[in-house]
């Protein structure tokens, strides 16, 4: 089944423990993006990544760190996560950017910082 | 000014009302349209894409209006299952890069 897997679902932590949130992919999507969705602020995105080994900062990066070592994988890393990281977060990807490409989303995780 | 603006709602209907929203957009080199449909705490889902003639499926119509820079959505006959938030999603010029306004919420009553 084509899916894009984002784990863990649920996530609680302290302030200042390094956290990863794993997105995975199997439709050889080129495009890939990490979002956060806060109540009143819609889904703003946090880093995106056009294909292997290329990513670039969205509106919200500050905080947040990733990487793309391989087309299927794009993990989001909290090197020190503070509580105004609390959010519901996505992972996208989609078959390539251009007019009309459909963004496909990750069931998402909810991450609690305390 | 926000890229993409939607009025948050919350739009509450009768079963089998006919339900309008609208959202407006900022740049006018944006050439790609969508609305994505989000239950709670869930994943949005793409409900429908957004071409410049209009497009129907079912109850759902979408429109679009490049010289007033806004796109619609039109919900006929809305059933209990409509009740969600609705995302207009709109392509930041011609990167690519698409930008997510914040939502209307849809509740259809009984």
């Known amino acids: 089944e084509a899916q894009v897997t984002q784990n863990p679902r649920y996530l609680i932590t302290v302030t200042g423990k390094k956290l990863t949130v794993t997105c995975s992919q199997n439709m050889n999507h080129e495009y890939m993006s990490w979002y956060r969705q806060d109540p009143g602020l819609g889904l703003r995105q946090i880093y995106y990544?056009?294909?292997?080994?290329?990513?670039d900062k969205g509106d919200v990066p500050e905080g947040y760190k990733v990487s793309r070592k391989e087309k299927r994988n794009f993990p989001l890393i909290l090197e020190s996560p503070s509580p105004n990281q609390t959010s519901l977060y996505f992972c996208a990807s989609s078959l390539s950017v251009g007019v009309n490409e459909k963004l496909f989303f990750g069931s998402g995780t909810q991450l609690s910082v305390l | 000014r926000k890229e993409v603006e939607q009025d948050p709602g919350p739009f509450n209907v009768p079963e089998g009302a006919t339900v309008a929203f609208n959202c407006t957009y900022s740049n006018s080199a944006s050439q790609s349209f969508f609305w994505y449909r989000q239950d709670c705490r869930k994943e949005p889902k793409l409900l429908m894409s957004v071409y410049s003639s209009g497009n129907e499926d079912g109850r759902f119509t979408a429109q679009l209006n490049r010289a007033s820079q806004y796109i619609s959505l039109l919900i006929r006959d809305s059933k209990l299952s409509d009740s969600a938030t609705y995302l207009c999603v709109v392509s930041s010029g011609n990167t690519g890069k698409l930008i997510f306004g914040q939502g209307t919420t849809l509740q259809v009553k009984p």
């Open positions: 990544s056009m294909n292997v080994e290329v990513t």
